[in-house]
């Protein structure tokens, strides 16, 4: 049907009069705010629980972190030089970064970190004086040694030398002893002589009068006059122990022994210096 052949819709009415006031829903409205505190609380715990865990998580790199260091500072000193504890090594590489933890916790992991680390330098530091000390201890107990050692070599020496020189003056003393005969054997001679000279100088004293007399105590040296045991020059030397030196062999062998000391400091010490020299 053509549009003009419409019926004509009668005019909208609209309501007049005053507009009824609207009531507030005041139950809505409480269960809104109640939605959005809600909200905010659970928001707040999330992010209470994430700093939480990152807190615990930065403590543990601290820790690691520290307790590794502790075991290399541990491991020198013993000399242990293996790897860290694998533990501390998964702990570590599995925390948190520094960087990822809020502001406030960072101090709290920072002063963690510094305390460990002074209790690590702490414990480097008693290690290496300990070390120190027992090296120390180890050096002054060698010198100790090597004192006492020395001072045990000088006692000897000196109760050789006194018993020597105690036997010296025994020698003198009982030279006189001997009875005097018209003559003696080279065996006599030489028992008067074991009898006078310390044990430890015999044989050196033997050396001497082998060479230069073979044991006769009457030998004279025809171009020189050297005379007895020992071959004295002059031989009126000997008449310093005794007046009977040309025919009492005890008084040549006290002269002789007295001569070797005085002289060289022992028989010994005469006949080093014969062997040098093929004299004393």
């Not at 002074?118 to 530091?125: F, G, K, P, R």
């Not at 010296?168 to 006599?188: H, L, N, T």
């Not at 030998?219 to 025919?247: C, E, H, I, R």
Request: charged share 20%; with cysteine; net charge negative.
């Amino acid at each position: 049907m053509p549009p003009e052949h419409h019926a004509a819709l009668p005019p909208r009415e609209l309501p007049t009069g005053p507009v009824p006031p609207v009531t507030p829903q005041l139950g809505g409205q409480r269960q809104g705010h109640d939605c959005v505190r809600e909200g905010h609380l659970q928001r707040a715990m999330l992010e209470g629980n994430r700093v939480s865990r990152i807190s615990v998580r930065g403590f543990a790199v601290a820790s690691a972190t520290a307790v590794t260091a502790v075991g290399a500072v541990t491991g020198v000193a013993s000399g242990n030089t293996g790897q860290p504890s694998e533990d501390a090594e998964a702990t570590a590489s599995d925390a948190t970064l520094l960087a990822d933890i809020p502001t406030g916790q960072q101090a709290q992991v920072q002063t963690a970190s510094l305390t460990q680390q002074a209790d690590v330098q702490a414990i480097a530091a008693d290690v290496s004086a300990k070390k120190d000390a027992e090296e120390a201890a180890r050096k002054q107990a060698a010198e100790d040694a090597v004192a006492k050692q020395k001072a045990a070599e000088k006692a000897e020496q000196e109760r050789k030398d006194a018993a020597e020189a105690k036997a010296s003056r025994d020698a003198s003393r009982d030279s006189s002893s001997f009875p005097v005969q018209s003559s003696y054997s080279v065996a006599q001679i030489q028992a008067m002589a074991t009898q006078m000279v310390p044990s430890g100088q015999f044989q050196c004293f033997s050396n001497i009068v082998d060479h230069e007399s073979s044991w006769n105590y009457r030998a004279v040296n025809a171009s020189s006059g050297a005379y007895g045991l020992f071959q004295a020059l002059p031989g009126s030397k000997m008449s310093s122990v005794g007046s009977d030196w040309q025919t009492n062999p005890a008084t040549q062998i006290k002269w002789g022994l007295n001569y070797m000391n005085s002289r060289y400091g022992s028989p010994c010490d005469a006949w080093a210096f014969w062997q040098s020299n093929h004299y004393y």
